[in-house]
């Protein structure tokens, strides 16, 4: 099937008391070291009396002068004198927290440069992520899966003439001869290799409306110009490929291709975002098993929870993204001239999937992703390769995550290539490249959740690698779920791999509000507001806004909110500039079907004063109306608690700290940051913390507020997650959310401790009023299996419009129906007639329930399910290979289904996959796959099963796909044609049981079923549903059976949504047993 992929100061200020050494003369500036001993025994003379005595390294933090530095490093019972670090709170007003707080700013005099005979260095990130080191990647391989590119571009050649990009292969099946779109793959290949001695006049690209000045030379290096890049080809049009394609690219990367370095720019929200069957991510963790390192994009989706697979696996490196704003300024992008020139880098990119996953991580780095050039080859093969006026083109703004990723991946080969030569050629394993890539960035000083570790620093990494500056932490992540309002300690291992003695310094932060947000409204009335011209040259009306920063802000959160819209190009972008003019933020909107209508700005360190907000829309297609905006101002706080917060490490040492860590009084996620301060910078470790939803008397509540996201297509604008503990024994499940405000189109899914979703459904699948959008939102889930659940609630693009949607949920370990009836349980009835039963329905939860019946027998058997493209539209056995598009058959899985099972045959050798549905698009939650390996030695048949030992798989629509096995040349690949079985282990149909309401999973079997007619039945109200018995067994059998109380979930469709059908599981509320004789 085809998816759509996409803190106190260390010394703590302290004054020399007393010393053994001789006062020298007064110094202009002292300074603050470490004193570190030979003996603590024979060194105890040295030890002034009011100095802070660390924890590690037998010695002392002292302010001295110069001269007194001197002395105590001549003295024989020192060891050595080491610099001290200064830290500083990112509340207190002393100054910033750290060396690096402002980050780049931008010059609006470089946007050229001064000789066009000397082109000026791109992209804009090697400078933000000090990528200046004469490490190069030399002897590492590194791949990356995308589209199509040209290895022969100019860009990729060496100064002797090989290529940069030593291997291509191919695995859609694409004829050589036709166009892919070739933007991420010449994005990713330009950010990790491309060599930086072809020069590109850019004046020629930018739009007549934001003329540069010619000559206007730029040229394009990659982070590893020397490591030798594999280029996979899986997406066959636009953010299109099937789950077999990038297995099988995986697959070529490690086996064949032996790379130590596998980039993967792709990924897509599904319930759920980490699944121990998620095909993708096993495959990278076969390949981190066998010493690849992953590195995964985060996702284009937003702050509000966006966080995509595969990058949610925490065996991967997970980019997020930073800004670079010197190719918006160059290109006049966003209103850049409004400002008064210049620009502020190093920010959070507002596009960027960050947060807290449903599994409870967050993104392991952040790196540039807005925006920087990219090599392209100017050709009607690469339709990507376009200016600003749609004419072929040799260079490329390239951007995202997917930016950020391979940028980080060029970092890793630079640390492969070092840790080997200061390693005697040992190579480092996946888990060592992580660690020194996310124990040496920088923290931006941004709530940690948007930010994980820092921002990549190569310069740093490479000096760990080396094991000649810098510190090793045990992780970068610390994840946990606990009971509201009780602590836990962890530990983190600290360890110097250097030469030399390190002063460490570890703290905690988290961000408080400096007092309530300030609300201002921006009337955007495009008839009558003023414009400008957009880089793409569309003419951009605009309004604007003022407020004040004030003194001491360590973070300014901006939102802006407004009425949504499903006609696409109603995006309103917000652009933010500091009191100086200078552009500082854009909430580049990714709406694509749908308009995006909120925006996320987090600036950090902001520059006090009056700032500017601007709101544009598009003439063409504009938005009317007001954009409300709300700001908050936020200082840095310590919670918990760490130990011990100042220690030396000696070379070779290692330090446990020890994380006292409380779980939040309220239910759901909070993230803080520990972090860790040496003279080579500061790295922060998210230690993010779930309260589990307490079930009191089998009731238990939770709470949040919507707020929303960048209308990122196939990416909910907003997830939340709860986990909560059902107890063995349990006869049902009800989970229900309500609005304090109607509007927001919700999907929620229950996820079993199997990691089934038996319960995936929306506020908006009204079957008699398509435009309902219900207030609330109810799931249900009979017999459910005992452990630990989760309930994941996702709003979806266009939000209500509303800065902020407070919900209530409740969570009880009942149906959310009653049911009462008087199906038989022991009468006898008479063979071959009639009987007629009744069961009454009682709706006890919040949202309007469509109920059906589904009879069913004990015995299990297996049952042949019928393929289908879409409700009512069965399909064949047959498919025609190559797959096209996004028609697959889907295949109905009935309730009480404990294993599934896809047989294929075709006339060439081809893998089967059969997944299950996720929420926004059709990228699986659980996802089985046939044996590749057999495929690839030649085998035609494939077969692929999902199975629970206990309990069920989830029902709904699963979809299937068969693909060929690549890699393919020049020509293609062949058509082919295949078939496609698929059996359900399930409890039997009992036919003799119907009602007028119908069973939804008579599709399961017969595609062509119209689905009957379900019964609608309103919060509050009752229905009694007739049941007709008519038994066709021997009389004196004794009959039993279960009827379930069902909805259905056969490709309802989310109407706000409109990019494709969401498929809905359907409910199962409750199994009535029933028992006759045959009279």
Same mark, same amino acid.
């Given at each position: 099937?085809?998816?759509?992929?996409?803190?106190?100061?260390?010394?703590a200020?302290?004054?020399?008391?007393?010393?053994?050494?001789?006062?020298a003369?007064?110094?202009p500036?002292?300074?603050?070291?470490? *004193?570190?001993?030979?003996?603590?025994?024979?060194?105890?003379g040295?030890?002034?009396?009011?100095?802070?005595?660390?924890?590690?390294?037998?010695?002392?933090?002292v302010?001295?002068?110069?001269?007194?530095?001197?002395?105590l490093?001549a003295?024989?019972?020192?060891?050595a004198?080491?610099?001290?670090?200064?830290?500083?709170?990112?509340?207190?007003?002393?100054?910033?927290p750290?060396?690096d707080?402002?980050g780049?700013?931008?010059?609006?005099?470089?946007?050229?440069?001064?000789?066009?005979?000397?082109?000026?260095?791109?992209?804009?990130?090697?400078?933000?992520?000090?990528?200046?080191t004469?490490?190069?990647?030399?002897?590492?391989?590194?791949?990356y899966?995308?589209?199509?590119i040209?290895?022969?571009?100019?860009?990729?050649?060496?100064?002797?003439?090989?290529?940069?990009?030593v291997?291509?292969?191919?695995?859609?099946?694409?004829?050589?001869?036709q166009?892919?779109?070739?933007?991420?793959?010449?994005?990713?290949?330009?950010?990790?290799?491309?060599?930086g001695?072809?020069?590109h006049d850019?004046?020629?690209?930018?739009?007549?409306?934001?003329?540069?000045?010619?000559?206007?030379?730029?040229?394009i290096?990659?982070?590893a110009?020397?490591?030798?890049?594999?280029?996979?080809?899986?997406?066959?049009s636009?953010?299109?490929?099937?789950?077999?394609?990038?297995?099988?690219?995986?697959?070529?990367?490690?086996?064949?291709?032996?790379?130590?370095?596998?980039?993967?720019?792709?990924?897509?929200y599904?319930?759920?975002?980490?699944?121990?069957?998620?095909?993708?991510?096993?495959f990278?963790?076969?390949?981190?098993?066998?010493?690849?390192?992953? *590195?995964?994009?985060?996702?284009?989706?937003?702050?509000?929870?966006?966080?995509?697979?595969?990058?949610?696996?925490?065996?991967?490196i997970n980019?997020?993204?930073?800004?670079?704003?010197?190719?918006?300024?160059?290109?006049?992008?966003?209103?850049?001239?409004?400002?008064?020139?210049g620009?502020?880098?190093?920010?959070?990119?507002?596009?960027?999937?960050?947060?807290?996953?449903?599994?409870?991580?967050?993104?392991?780095?952040?790196?540039?992703?807005?925006?920087n050039w990219?090599?392209?080859?100017?050709?009607?093969?690469?339709?990507?390769?376009?200016?600003?006026?749609?004419?072929?083109?040799?260079?490329?703004?390239?951007?995202?995550?997917?930016?950020?990723?391979p940028?980080?991946?060029?970092a890793?080969a630079l640390v492969?290539? !070092?840790?080997?030569?200061?390693?005697?050629?040992?190579?480092?394993?996946?888990?060592?490249?992580?660690?020194?890539?996310?124990?040496?960035?920088?923290?931006?000083?941004v709530?940690?959740?948007?930010?994980?570790?820092?921002?990549?620093?190569?310069?740093?990494?490479?000096?760990?690698?080396?094991?000649?500056?810098?510190?090793l932490?045990?992780?970068?992540?610390?994840?946990?779920?606990?009971q509201?309002g009780?602590?836990?300690?962890?530990?983190?291992?600290?360890?110097?791999?250097?030469?030399?003695?390190?002063v460490?310094?570890?703290?905690?932060?988290?961000?408080?509000?400096?007092?309530p947000?300030?609300?201002?409204d921006?009337?955007?009335?495009p008839?009558t507001?003023?414009?400008?011209?957009?880089?793409?040259?569309?003419?951009?009306?605009?309004?604007?806004?003022?407020?004040?920063?004030?003194?001491?802000?360590?973070?300014?959160?901006?939102?802006?909110?407004?009425?949504g819209s499903?006609?696409?190009?109603?995006?309103?972008?917000?652009?933010?500039?500091?009191?100086?003019?200078?552009?500082?933020?854009?909430?580049?909107?990714e709406?694509?079907?749908?308009?995006?209508?909120?925006?996320?700005?987090?600036?950090?360190?902001?520059?006090?004063?009056?700032?500017?907000?601007?709101?544009?829309?598009?003439?063409?297609a504009a938005?009317?109306?007001?954009?409300?905006?709300?700001?908050?101002?936020?200082?840095?706080?310590?919670?918990?608690?760490?130990?011990p917060?100042?220690?030396?490490l000696?070379?070779?040492?290692?330090?446990?700290?020890? *994380?006292?860590?409380?779980?939040?009084?309220?239910?759901?996620?909070?993230a803080?940051a520990?972090?860790?301060?040496?003279?080579?910078?500061?790295?922060?470790?998210?230690?993010?913390?779930?309260?589990?939803?307490?079930?009191?008397?089998?009731?238990?509540?939770?709470?949040?507020?919507?707020?929303?996201g960048?209308?990122?297509?196939f990416?909910p604008? !907003?997830?939340?997650t709860?986990?909560?503990?059902?107890?063995?024994?349990?006869?049902?499940?009800?989970?229900?959310?309500?609005?304090?405000?109607?509007?927001n189109?919700?999907?929620?899914?229950?996820?079993?401790?199997?990691?089934?979703?038996p319960?995936?459904?929306?506020?908006?699948?009204?079957?008699?009023?398509?435009?309902?959008?219900?207030?609330?939102l109810?799931?249900?889930?009979?017999?459910?299996?005992?452990?630990?659940?989760r309930?994941?609630?996702?709003?979806q693009?266009?939000?209500?419009?509303?800065?902020?949607?407070?919900?209530?949920?409740a969570?009880?370990l009942?149906?959310?129906?009653?049911?009462t009836?008087?199906l038989?349980?022991?009468?006898?009835?008479?063979?071959?007639?009639p009987?007629?039963?009744?069961v009454?329905v009682?709706?006890?939860?919040p949202?309007t329930?469509?109920?059906?019946?589904?009879?069913?027998?004990?015995?299990?058997?297996?049952?042949?399910?019928?393929?289908?493209?879409?409700?009512g539209?069965?399909?064949?056995?047959t498919?025609?290979?190559?797959?096209?598009?996004?028609?697959?058959?889907?295949?109905?899985?009935?309730?009480?289904?404990?294993?599934v099972?896809?047989?294929?045959?075709?006339?060439?050798?081809?893998?089967?996959?059969?997944?299950s549905?996720?929420?926004?698009?059709?990228?699986?939650?659980?996802?089985?796959?046939?044996?590749?390996?057999?495929?690839q030695?030649?085998n035609?048949?494939?077969?692929?099963?999902?199975?629970?030992?206990?309990?069920?798989v989830?029902?709904?629509?699963?979809?299937?796909?068969?693909? !060929?096995?690549?890699?393919f040349?020049?020509?293609?690949v062949?058509?082919?044609?295949?078939?496609l079985?698929v059996?359900?282990?399930?409890?039997?149909?009992?036919?003799?049981?119907?009602?007028?309401?119908?069973?939804p999973?008579t599709?399961?079997t017969?595609?062509?079923?119209d689905g009957?007619?379900?019964?609608?039945?309103?919060?509050?109200?009752?229905?009694?549903?007739?049941?007709?018995?008519?038994?066709?067994?021997?009389?004196?059998?004794?009959?039993?059976?279960?009827?379930?109380?069902?909805?259905?979930?056969?490709?309802?469709?989310?109407?706000?949504?409109?990019?494709?059908?969401?498929p809905?599981?359907?409910?199962?509320?409750?199994?009535?047993?029933?028992?006759?004789?045959v009279?």
């Amino acid at each position: 099937m085809r998816r759509r992929i996409v803190i106190a100061g260390l010394t703590a200020g302290a004054v020399l008391a007393g010393t053994a050494v001789a006062a020298a003369a007064p110094e202009p500036a002292d300074q603050s070291v470490v *004193v570190l001993l030979k003996d603590a025994k024979h060194g105890a003379g040295l030890l002034p009396q009011q100095v802070k005595d660390l924890a590690l390294g037998n010695g002392f933090a002292v302010k001295v002068t110069e001269a007194q530095q001197h002395a105590l490093a001549a003295n024989p019972d020192v060891a050595a004198v080491i610099p001290d670090v200064r830290v500083t709170l990112h509340g207190e007003s002393a100054g910033p927290p750290h060396v690096d707080a402002v980050g780049q700013v931008g010059d609006a005099k470089n946007l050229c440069p001064a000789d066009p005979a000397k082109p000026q260095l791109e992209p804009e990130a090697l400078n933000s992520i000090h990528a200046q080191t004469d490490a190069t990647g030399k002897g590492v391989k590194v791949a990356y899966i995308a589209d199509g590119i040209d290895r022969d571009n100019a860009d990729f050649t060496r100064a002797d003439g090989s290529k940069a990009i030593v291997d291509v292969k191919d695995f859609t099946g694409r004829p050589a001869d036709q166009p892919t779109q070739g933007e991420e793959a010449f994005g990713d290949a330009s950010s990790i290799g491309a060599q930086g001695l072809v020069s590109h006049d850019i004046s020629t690209f930018v739009n007549p409306a934001h003329p540069l000045p010619a000559g206007c030379t730029i040229r394009i290096k990659g982070v590893a110009p020397d490591a030798d890049i594999v280029a996979l080809d899986a997406f066959d049009s636009p953010n299109t490929t099937t789950i077999s394609s990038v297995l099988q690219a995986i697959d070529y990367a490690v086996n064949v291709a032996h790379v130590n370095v596998l980039n993967e720019s792709f990924g897509l929200y599904d319930f759920t975002t980490t699944s121990t069957r998620d095909a993708v991510e096993l495959f990278n963790d076969q390949a981190v098993a066998r010493g690849v390192t992953v *590195v995964t994009a985060s996702g284009d989706g937003g702050a509000t929870n966006t966080l995509n697979s595969p990058g949610a696996d925490p065996k991967v490196i997970n980019v997020g993204a930073s800004t670079d704003y010197r190719l918006w300024a160059q290109t006049g992008a966003d209103g850049y001239g409004l400002g008064k020139g210049g620009w502020l880098d190093d920010n959070i990119s507002s596009l960027s999937s960050t947060g807290i996953s449903q599994a409870g991580g967050t993104i392991d780095v952040t790196a540039p992703g807005e925006k920087n050039w990219a090599a392209c080859t100017a050709s009607a093969l690469y339709r990507g390769c376009v200016d600003k006026s749609g004419k072929p083109a040799s260079v490329l703004p390239f951007g995202g995550t997917s930016e950020a990723a391979p940028l980080t991946s060029g970092a890793a080969a630079l640390v492969i290539q !070092e840790y080997r030569q200061a390693h005697g050629g040992a190579s480092p394993t996946p888990q060592q490249v992580k660690q020194i890539i996310t124990g040496s960035a920088r923290d931006l000083g941004v709530p940690v959740q948007y930010e994980g570790a820092g921002l990549l620093d190569v310069h740093a990494a490479v000096d760990l690698a080396r094991g000649t500056n810098g510190i090793l932490l045990s992780t970068n992540q610390i994840s946990h779920d606990g009971q509201p309002g009780s602590s836990r300690d962890d530990q983190i291992d600290v360890s110097n791999p250097g030469g030399k003695p390190i002063v460490v310094h570890a703290a905690t932060r988290h961000y408080v509000d400096r007092g309530p947000s300030a609300e201002h409204d921006i009337a955007l009335d495009p008839k009558t507001a003023p414009t400008f011209r957009s880089d793409g040259g569309a003419t951009m009306a605009y309004a604007s806004t003022t407020f004040t920063v004030d003194p001491g802000t360590d973070v300014v959160a901006v939102n802006a909110a407004w009425p949504g819209s499903s006609v696409d190009g109603q995006d309103v972008p917000i652009t933010l500039f500091d009191p100086l003019g200078r552009m500082a933020l854009n909430s580049y909107p990714e709406g694509h079907g749908q308009s995006a209508n909120y925006a996320n700005l987090v600036v950090r360190q902001p520059t006090p004063g009056t700032w500017t907000a601007v709101a544009a829309t598009d003439t063409s297609a504009a938005f009317s109306g007001t954009v409300r905006v709300s700001v908050r101002q936020q200082s840095a706080a310590p919670v918990g608690k760490v130990w011990p917060a100042d220690f030396v490490l000696l070379p070779g040492q290692h330090k446990s700290v020890t *994380v006292t860590s409380t779980f939040p009084t309220t239910t759901g996620d909070s993230a803080n940051a520990v972090t860790f301060t040496t003279p080579a910078g500061t790295t922060a470790v998210a230690d993010i913390l779930r309260s589990v939803v307490p079930l009191v008397g089998g009731k238990g509540s939770f709470a949040g507020t919507i707020t929303g996201g960048n209308g990122r297509a196939f990416d909910p604008a !907003e997830s939340f997650t709860y986990a909560f503990d059902v107890p063995a024994g349990t006869p049902g499940l009800n989970v229900a959310v309500s609005l304090a405000k109607p509007g927001n189109v919700l999907t929620g899914a229950l996820i079993d401790p199997n990691g089934e979703t038996p319960s995936v459904g929306t506020n908006h699948s009204s079957l008699d009023d398509p435009a309902k959008i219900e207030p609330a939102l109810s799931l249900s889930v009979a017999n459910p299996l005992p452990g630990r659940w989760r309930f994941v609630l996702a709003a979806q693009n266009p939000v209500a419009g509303d800065l902020e949607t407070p919900f209530t949920g409740a969570i009880s370990l009942h149906s959310g129906l009653t049911v009462t009836s008087d199906l038989p349980s022991g009468a006898t009835i008479p063979g071959g007639k009639p009987t007629t039963a009744h069961v009454t329905v009682t709706n006890t939860s919040p949202q309007t329930v469509y109920v059906q019946t589904d009879a069913r027998t004990p015995e299990v058997q297996d049952v042949s399910l019928a393929g289908r493209v879409g409700p009512g539209n069965p399909t064949g056995p047959t498919v025609h290979l190559p797959m096209q598009g996004f028609v697959s058959p889907s295949y109905l899985v009935p309730p009480q289904t404990s294993a599934v099972t896809i047989t294929s045959t075709a006339s060439v050798p081809a893998q089967v996959e059969l997944a299950s549905v996720g929420t926004i698009g059709p990228w699986g939650a659980v996802d089985a796959v046939g044996d590749l390996k057999s495929a690839q030695a030649g085998n035609t048949t494939s077969t692929a099963t999902v199975s629970e030992q206990h309990g069920y798989v989830g029902q709904g629509d699963w979809l299937a796909s068969l693909t !060929e096995i690549g890699p393919f040349g020049p020509a293609g690949v062949p058509k082919a044609q295949g078939t496609l079985a698929v059996t359900a282990k399930t409890l039997g149909f009992d036919t003799t049981v119907t009602s007028p309401t119908g069973d939804p999973y008579t599709a399961s079997t017969n595609a062509a079923y119209d689905g009957g007619k379900p019964l609608a039945i309103a919060p509050g109200a009752s229905a009694t549903i007739p049941v007709t018995i008519t038994p066709n067994a021997a009389a004196g059998t004794v009959v039993t059976g279960t009827l379930n109380i069902v909805s259905p979930g056969d490709g309802t469709e989310l109407g706000r949504v409109v990019l494709e059908p969401v498929p809905l599981s359907g409910d199962v509320f409750a199994s009535v047993p029933y028992r006759y004789t045959v009279g």
